[in-house]
């Protein structure tokens, strides 16, 4: 699986994420509340509706649309309405770039 | 577009589907992230400030009302019970849904389960049916929460001030989910992994009014029932007027909030009894943002909607010519000016599908 270089690190601000959009797919990619950078599908798994107007706290990041719930590390769906598991992608920092393996 | 069709089966559901409305993007303004993430932040405080506010006022307007029970002087305190428990649990249930009036999630859950049993509605089904009324709001065919259809059966609107239709709907779909599970129309939007949910807590809601009904009979008195049950009824009257005001008489099958919701300015007691939701338009604009911090946003997006009603009255006052006039004229809505800072509404937005957005008369 390819690596994609996606972002700088000072593009993400701590404890929040942006969307990345890579060969007709969409991403979301996390900047954790431990420092770490995450990367998950793109979009939420209950509707067609991009995560990137969410909201991150701690490991859990919320829909905007229905306040579906999931752990951005691990992908699990954490709250109703969402119940379906999100896709997570490898992530490595280089420098200042935040790397993802789509 | 002519005669609507609301079933969750109809011609008009289908259509929604097949033209692209269900799956088209809705209009949101502008807000800076950071501003926005601030807006979004959870806090307990301000719940828990009102949730205790809200318990604290029930047991003292109750204890008060069966101290001076059956004399009438009991009456306003039972006014003052019921509209705590038949319209204030309307906002808490709606806004614990979403999961936002507290940090704590056990918290949202245990407030979320109170106020659907004293609204009378099913804590696994409703919540559902709420997410489907943020998706597609005032999609007809596809909303499963349309207060006010069209034309408006004017008798059941007055009658439901009273709760009466609510509560005759609920007594048998109460007693069929507790013997088997969702309805049918349920079924369409409540995923297959949640029926035996839905069975459980009707079967929990069930045993709670058994128990208080055999208590009024064993002691002859209606009391038990004053307390739980009947302000259903006798204090439905707030949640049904400010429901109301939420999206009557405005546009449906638009995906733009500021054509189909209305914000009302309140004075402070509605406000607290409904929770600030009468920030209609931004609440839907922006899920996520707590009720606590709906004003703010208001402020930061007003000159992108329509002006606010200024207050209950003159939001009645907008909404019931409107009403009465689609009792005639089905299609008619009314289309609120913009203020010239907004972003005009995007109208190719809406007429893409022939006949779904009719011309305001
Ligand atoms: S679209 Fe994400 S929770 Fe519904």
New interface residues.
């Given amino acids: 699986m390819p690596w994609i270089d996606a972002c700088a690190t000072e593009d993400i601000?701590a404890e929040?994420l942006i969307r990345f959009d890579h060969g007709g797919a969409t991403y979301a990619i996390y900047h954790g509340v431990d420092s770490k950078f995450y990367a998950t599908a793109g979009k939420c798994t209950?509707?067609?509706v991009h995560l990137s107007?969410?909201?991150v706290?701690d490991y859990v990041v919320?829909c905007?649309?229905?306040?579906g719930?999931f752990d951005y590390r691990t992908g699990e769906a954490k709250?109703?309405?969402a119940?379906v598991n999100l896709k997570t992608f490898p992530v490595k920092v280089e420098g200042d770039r935040v790397w993802i393996e789509v | 577009m002519g005669k609507r069709d609301y079933s969750l089966f109809g011609p008009d559901a289908k259509r929604a589907v097949e033209s692209g409305l269900t799956a088209a993007e809705w209009y949101h303004s502008e807000v800076p992230r950071k501003v926005m993430k601030e807006l979004m932040t959870r806090s307990d405080g301000p719940a828990i400030r009102d949730t205790v506010l809200l318990y604290g006022l029930m047991v003292l307007f109750a204890a008060l009302g069966i101290a001076l029970w059956p004399s009438w002087w009991s009456a306003p305190f039972w006014l003052a019970y019921g509209v705590l428990y038949g319209s204030a649990s309307d906002s808490r249930w709606h806004e614990c849904s979403h999961g936002t009036a507290f940090r704590t999630p056990w918290m949202n859950d245990l407030v979320y389960q109170i106020a659907s049993f004293m609204i009378m509605r099913n804590s696994a089904t409703w919540r559902w049916s709420h997410a489907r009324h943020h998706s597609e709001t005032y999609f007809v065919g596809r909303d499963p929460e349309i207060a006010i259809m069209r034309p408006t059966e004017m008798a059941k609107l007055i009658l439901n001030f009273a709760g009466i239709l609510d509560v005759l709907k609920f007594i048998p779909n109460l007693v069929q989910n507790a013997l088997t599970g969702p309805t049918a129309a349920e079924r369409t939007f409540v995923p297959q992994a949640e029926w035996p949910k839905v069975q459980r807590v009707a079967q929990v809601h069930l045993c709670i009014y058994l128990a208080t009904l055999a208590l009024a009979v064993a002691t002859q008195s209606i009391l038990p029932l004053m307390i739980v049950g009947l302000p259903r009824l006798y204090g439905a009257w707030h949640h049904v007027m400010t429901g109301l005001l939420q999206h009557g008489g405005l546009a449906d099958n638009v995906i733009d909030h500021r054509l189909n919701s209305r914000t009302v300015l309140m004075n402070p007691i509605s406000r607290f009894i409904y929770w600030n939701m009468n920030y209609h338009v931004e609440h839907h604009m922006f899920p996520m943002v707590p009720y606590h911090a709906l004003p703010r946003l208001h402020e930061i997006i007003k000159d992108d909607l329509p002006a606010p009603n200024r207050s209950i009255a003159e939001g009645f006052r907008e909404m019931w010519p409107a009403i009465k006039r689609q009792l005639a004229h089905e299609d008619y809505f009314l289309k609120r000016d913009l203020p010239a800072t907004a972003k005009p509404y995007r109208e190719d937005f809406h007429q893409y599908v022939p006949g779904m957005m009719p011309a305001a008369e």
């Fill in positions: 601000d929040d209950h509707e067609d107007g969410g909201l706290m919320e905007p649309k229905h306040n719930q709250r109703l309405p119940c």
